[in-house]
Nanobody, 121 residues
Framework: QVQLVESGGGLVQAGGSLRLSCAAS????????MGWFRQAPGKEREFVAA????????MYTDSVKGRFTISRDNAKNTVYLQMNSLKPEDTAVYYC??????????????WGQGTQVTVSS
Protein backbone atom coordinates (compact mmCIF):
# COMPACT_ATOMS: atom_id res chain seq x y z
CA GLN A 1 0.00 0.00 0.00
CA VAL A 2 1.11 3.50 -0.82
CA GLN A 3 -0.58 6.63 0.48
CA LEU A 4 -0.05 9.84 -1.45
CA VAL A 5 -0.57 13.41 -0.28
CA GLU A 6 -0.25 16.34 -2.69
CA SER A 7 0.54 19.91 -1.72
CA GLY A 8 1.60 23.16 -3.32
CA GLY A 9 -1.48 24.09 -5.29
CA GLY A 10 -2.98 27.55 -5.24
CA LEU A 11 -3.95 30.62 -7.21
CA VAL A 12 -1.39 32.15 -9.55
CA GLN A 13 -1.46 34.66 -12.38
CA ALA A 14 -0.80 33.59 -15.94
CA GLY A 15 2.92 33.37 -16.56
CA GLY A 16 3.63 32.47 -12.97
CA SER A 17 5.01 29.31 -11.41
CA LEU A 18 4.01 26.71 -8.87
CA ARG A 19 5.73 23.63 -7.51
CA LEU A 20 3.57 20.70 -6.57
CA SER A 21 4.81 18.05 -4.18
CA CYS A 22 3.50 14.57 -3.54
CA ALA A 23 4.66 12.80 -0.41
CA ALA A 24 4.33 9.03 -0.26
CA SER A 25 4.14 6.79 2.76
CA UNK A 26 5.59 3.34 2.96
CA UNK A 27 8.92 1.83 2.04
CA UNK A 28 8.07 0.91 -1.53
CA UNK A 29 8.01 4.35 -3.13
CA UNK A 30 11.03 3.61 -5.29
CA UNK A 31 9.27 0.50 -6.65
CA UNK A 32 6.73 2.62 -8.50
CA UNK A 33 6.75 4.92 -11.43
CA MET A 34 5.02 8.16 -10.53
CA GLY A 35 2.66 10.24 -12.58
CA TRP A 36 0.84 13.53 -12.45
CA PHE A 37 -2.65 13.85 -13.88
CA ARG A 38 -5.14 16.70 -13.88
CA GLN A 39 -8.87 17.13 -14.20
CA ALA A 40 -10.62 20.35 -15.08
CA PRO A 41 -14.35 20.88 -14.39
CA GLY A 42 -16.47 19.01 -16.90
CA LYS A 43 -13.47 17.30 -18.46
CA GLU A 44 -11.92 13.87 -18.20
CA ARG A 45 -8.79 13.25 -16.20
CA GLU A 46 -5.75 13.74 -18.39
CA PHE A 47 -2.13 12.73 -18.21
CA VAL A 48 0.41 15.45 -17.47
CA ALA A 49 3.78 13.83 -16.74
CA ALA A 50 5.40 10.61 -15.54
CA UNK A 51 8.78 9.54 -14.22
CA UNK A 52 10.35 6.09 -13.99
CA UNK A 53 11.22 4.46 -10.70
CA UNK A 54 14.85 5.54 -10.87
CA UNK A 55 14.02 8.95 -12.24
CA UNK A 56 16.08 8.37 -15.36
CA UNK A 57 13.23 8.74 -17.84
CA UNK A 58 10.34 11.14 -18.03
CA MET A 59 7.44 11.80 -20.35
CA TYR A 60 5.04 14.72 -20.78
CA THR A 61 1.86 15.55 -22.55
CA ASP A 62 2.52 17.91 -25.45
CA SER A 63 0.74 20.89 -23.94
CA VAL A 64 3.16 21.11 -21.00
CA LYS A 65 6.46 20.21 -22.66
CA GLY A 66 9.06 22.87 -22.02
CA ARG A 67 7.01 24.38 -19.18
CA PHE A 68 6.59 21.58 -16.62
CA THR A 69 9.26 19.37 -15.08
CA ILE A 70 8.66 16.20 -13.10
CA SER A 71 11.29 14.97 -10.67
CA ARG A 72 11.52 12.66 -7.70
CA ASP A 73 13.61 12.19 -4.59
CA ASN A 74 13.44 8.55 -3.55
CA ALA A 75 15.26 9.28 -0.29
CA LYS A 76 12.42 11.62 0.66
CA ASN A 77 9.62 9.54 -0.87
CA THR A 78 8.51 12.59 -2.81
CA VAL A 79 7.71 13.46 -6.39
CA TYR A 80 7.54 17.02 -7.66
CA LEU A 81 5.97 18.89 -10.54
CA GLN A 82 7.56 22.24 -11.29
CA MET A 83 5.14 24.28 -13.37
CA ASN A 84 6.38 27.41 -15.13
CA SER A 85 4.77 29.80 -17.59
CA LEU A 86 1.36 28.76 -16.36
CA LYS A 87 -1.67 29.39 -18.53
CA PRO A 88 -5.37 29.64 -17.63
CA GLU A 89 -5.94 26.32 -19.39
CA ASP A 90 -3.68 24.66 -16.82
CA THR A 91 -6.39 25.27 -14.22
CA ALA A 92 -7.43 21.91 -12.78
CA VAL A 93 -7.20 19.61 -9.81
CA TYR A 94 -3.81 17.91 -10.00
CA TYR A 95 -3.37 14.35 -8.80
CA CYS A 96 -0.26 12.31 -8.26
CA UNK A 97 -0.36 8.58 -8.77
CA UNK A 98 1.88 5.53 -8.30
CA UNK A 99 1.96 2.66 -10.73
CA UNK A 100 3.43 1.63 -14.07
CA UNK A 101 5.31 4.16 -16.20
CA UNK A 102 2.63 5.21 -18.66
CA UNK A 103 0.33 7.99 -19.73
CA UNK A 104 -2.65 5.72 -19.12
CA UNK A 105 -4.30 6.42 -15.78
CA UNK A 106 -5.64 2.86 -15.66
CA UNK A 107 -2.09 1.63 -15.04
CA UNK A 108 -1.73 3.59 -11.81
CA UNK A 109 -2.85 1.83 -8.66
CA UNK A 110 -2.58 4.51 -5.98
CA TRP A 111 -3.84 8.08 -6.07
CA GLY A 112 -3.64 11.16 -3.93
CA GLN A 113 -6.60 13.34 -3.01
CA GLY A 114 -5.63 16.11 -5.43
CA THR A 115 -4.60 19.73 -5.13
CA GLN A 116 -6.30 22.65 -6.86
CA VAL A 117 -4.33 24.82 -9.27
CA THR A 118 -6.03 27.96 -10.53
CA VAL A 119 -4.39 30.23 -13.10
CA SER A 120 -5.96 33.64 -13.58
CA SER A 121 -5.66 35.59 -16.82
Amino acid sequence: QVQLVESGGGLVQAGGSLRLSCAASGRTFSSYAMGWFRQAPGKEREFVAAIRRSGGFTMYTDSVKGRFTISRDNAKNTVYLQMNSLKPEDTAVYYCAAGIYSGNYNLYDYWGQGTQVTVSS
